[in-house]
């Protein structure tokens, strides 16, 4: 019957609440728990997350996990849920979270639980504890539960699972020929397959001995087979090379030693040679068939020459031909075949006398019964390991359903709890982020934890105490961006207290909060101009260092032609830079001109006008900066950092304003008033004030003897004479007078002032 249809008959009623700005189910008891499967998955925070990287025991994780595909799906928790609460009396422990628990609390009415049940009675006795409680550390060790037992279900006895002397060294005898496997209680044993292949070789052993073939050189024949084996390739080459000789004698030097080949390894340690030597012919070439026993052997073979000469070979005898060759290797034939057919091999150690004792006294069946004995106990020892798996459920399964069905744990209002993906603090730039994931791979984590909205840190941290290096993320949700940058150094506190040193390697930038977001805008202005300067600064830099470098190597010198028109240059042209200095002094005037008009405006205004238009621009600036970061801070959610991990995040789990102010801890300090010793003297207080007023009214005083503010309005006018010169104005007027009967023009001047 699939989830769904299970879903549709049953009907448990559930109790939600907000927790992340979702409805998340409740899970207050025991009930809860055994009814997840009725809880429809659309409701559950948490559709799968992986086996690795959390903080939860990994053997807790490793039992959890029913199909062992490394992770952790619903139907994996559905069904831990479902063992786990059937075989507790009561299921509100679960939600304790204890490391051990009274055995009389599981539930022998249930076919698990009465396994369980025995099997930790059985634990408790191993041990020789008394009492009915189990704790995790009495299943931390196997071993030790199984220390002291004769028998333990692994099919496998060792020394201790006999009192009988005889059986004690056969399984000795055992394990020292055919060797053992590890027994449940730590020490080495035999199990059936040891048991039958130790007989087989006793008995085959025996056997091979009972067919003995005489040695035809005595003592010395293993000595001669070896000796023989190892030229008779050799000795054959060396047959062959007579054969051409004598059907080619001109060739007869090609095949004998050359001396060239010598020569070319003569200068160096021909004790480093060997194999170069080997390959020379075992003795001179004669053209004859037969190897003169006197004469001088090849020393990469002389040794194993000489024991078959002393050995095989008749001291009478001057030359040896391949059929006499032939006759020593046919003469040690069967004897030889013999060796190779030993069987038993494995128990000759033993000696004949031992071997043959053992078959005598004839203890496999009694072995076989020991392990027959043990393996019987299989089921009820297995059970053992459940006790441990059923102590890790029991003890994290409550803490996983707090981070898997619901976020409980990372939104807990006291902040007590750690969320099960939260490793650490990472302490950096006088704050504490308390917010602090493992990733695997940094630069696939950072390609989607963007989408998160969250200013995140990326860190590579190590410790003297664990090998490799560990990644993190941080998010910061408190404070300005300060010093933050790539190749900042702090320090990383795991959840067990462990010490690393940890450095910046990658920054994510998204708004931290809206005071920071308000000088985003001039911080990016002032990087920007920055970069623009280093980058103007590093090219005329790079362009002067060039030039320098071209002119060095170049070294000119100046010719005649050079030098005169050197001398010829043209005089300096007074007018020219009578112009430029013209040009100047207009620009000059025209930039003065804008300020006095931006002066004059801004004069014109009323005080409440000059304090609008101010607040206008800073708003302009920074306004749509702070919008956005205001709409990106309700967007935060830590789904696409955990969907990054592998995790499937179900539902919205957004981090609030408020909310992100409790996962960053800034540094604050009590008020005081402190003295830095190595401060420079300076002015009092008091006196920079009065020496600012000062400065402003020597500025004032200053545009206003310089006629700037006459600009702003002609009351300002400046004191100063060369600025209120009298205005002459020159009228002209024509009169006519009558003289004498004539008539005369007079022009008169009128001056005014």
Not at 493 to 521: C, H, M, R
Not at 643 to 668: C, D, H, Q, R
Not at 697 to 708: K, T
Request: glycine share 6%; with cysteine; charged share 25%.
């Amino acid at each position: 019957m699939s989830l769904l249809n299970t879903l549709k008959e049953k009907k448990y009623k559930w109790n939600f609440v907000n927790i992340g700005g979702s409805a998340r189910v409740r899970i207050n008891s025991g009930e809860d728990i055994a009814h997840l499967d009725e809880l429809d998955p659309k409701m559950w925070t948490v559709l799968s997350c992986p086996t690795t990287g959390l903080e939860i025991d990994d053997k807790s994780l490793k039992y959890m996990d029913c199909d062992g595909d490394g992770k952790l799906r619903v139907n994996d928790v559905i069904s831990v849920s479902q063992w786990i609460t059937s075989i507790l009396k009561d299921k509100d422990l679960i939600l304790k979270g204890a490391d051990s628990i009274d055995i009389n609390q599981i539930n022998t009415d249930d076919a698990n639980g009465k396994k369980l049940y025995s099997s930790a009675k059985q634990i408790l006795e191993n041990l020789g504890k008394e009492g009915t409680v189990i704790s995790l550390a009495d299943t931390a060790d196997i071993t030790a539960i199984f220390a002291k037992t004769r028998f333990n279900g692994d099919g496998i006895i060792t020394e201790a699972s006999s009192d009988d002397a005889e059986l004690k060294a056969t399984i000795a005898a055992a394990l020292s020929t055919i060797g053992g496997v590890a027994d449940r209680s730590g020490a080495q044993g035999i199990g059936a397959d040891q048991i039958e292949a130790f007989y087989k070789n006793l008995n085959d052993y025996v056997a091979w001995n009972d067919a003995v073939v005489e040695a035809p050189y005595g003592d010395k024949t293993d000595a001669l087979i070896a000796a023989y084996n190892a030229l008779d390739a050799k000795v054959k080459d060396f047959f062959m090379r007579s054969k051409l000789a004598a059907f080619s004698p001109n060739s007869m030097a090609s095949l004998d030693i050359q001396t060239s080949r010598i020569d070319a390894i003569s200068a160096e340690n021909l004790s480093t040679k060997n194999d170069e030597i080997a390959a020379y012919p075992l003795t001179h070439i004669t053209g004859k068939s037969e190897i003169d026993v006197n004469a001088a052997i090849n020393p990469a073979w002389d040794k194993n020459f000489s024991v078959v000469k002393s050995v095989a070979i008749d001291s009478s005898k001057s030359v040896i031909t391949e059929e006499d060759w032939n006759a020593i290797g046919e003469k040690f034939a069967a004897y030889q075949a013999w060796k190779n057919a030993k069987a038993g091999a494995a128990v000759e150690g033993l000696g004949l006398d031992a071997v043959k004792n053992f078959i005598a006294q004839d203890k496999k069946a009694a072995l076989l019964d020991l392990v027959a004995q043990d393996a019987a106990l299989k089921e009820e020892s297995d059970n053992i390991e459940m006790v441990d798996k059923f102590l890790h459920i029991f003890r994290d399964f409550y803490q996983l359903l707090k981070n898997f069905v619901t976020f409980n744990d990372f939104y807990d209002k006291d902040k007590n709890l750690k969320a099960i993906f939260q490793c650490g603090t990472l302490i950096v730039d006088q704050r504490a982020c308390k917010f602090c994931m493992k990733v695997a791979d940094t630069g696939k984590h950072s390609a989607a934890a963007g989408a998160s909205g969250m200013y995140l840190v990326y860190c590579d941290c190590t410790t003297k105490s664990k090998p490799g290096k560990l990644q993190i993320v941080a998010a910061v949700t408190v404070g300005d961006i300060g010093a933050l940058a790539v190749g900042k150094n702090g320090i990383f506190y795991d959840n067990n207290g462990l010490e690393w040193d940890a450095v910046i390697t990658k920054i994510i930038d998204n708004p931290i909060n809206i005071s920071q977001s308000f000088w985003s805008p001039y911080r990016r202005m002032s990087t920007a101009i920055e970069n623009l300067i280093n980058k103007s600064a590093a090219e005329k830099d790079a362009k002067m260092m060039a030039n320098a470098t071209a002119n060095i190597n170049a070294a000119p010198t100046k010719t005649a032609e050079e030098a005169k028109a050197a001398a010829a240059a043209p005089p300096f042209d007074i007018a020219k830079f009578a112009g430029i200095f013209a040009a100047i002094g207009m620009a000059v005037g025209m930039i003065g001109t804008a300020l006095a008009s931006i002066f004059k405006g801004l004069f014109a205004l009323t005080w409440w006008q000059l304090i609008m238009l101010f607040v206008g621009i800073v708003l302009v600036i920074s306004g749509p900066a702070m919008v956005m970061a205001w709409m990106k801070l309700r967007r935060r959610n830590i789904a696409p950092l955990l969907n990054a991990n592998g995790w499937a995040v179900n539902a919205n789990s957004k981090i609030s304003i408020p909310f992100g102010e409790t996962l960053t801890e800034i540094a604050k300090y009590p008020k005081m008033k402190l003295d830095d010793p190595f401060a420079k003297k300076g002015l009092k207080t008091w006196q920079k004030w009065s020496l600012t007023v000062l400065l402003i009214i020597a500025v004032v005083a200053g545009l206003w003897l310089g006629n700037i503010l006459n600009y702003v309005s002609p009351k300002l006018n400046s004191p100063l004479q060369r600025y209120n010169k009298a205005e002459v104005e020159t009228i002209v007027t024509d009169t006519l007078t009558v003289t004498n009967d004539t008539i005369v023009a007079v022009e008169e001047t009128i001056v005014t002032e």
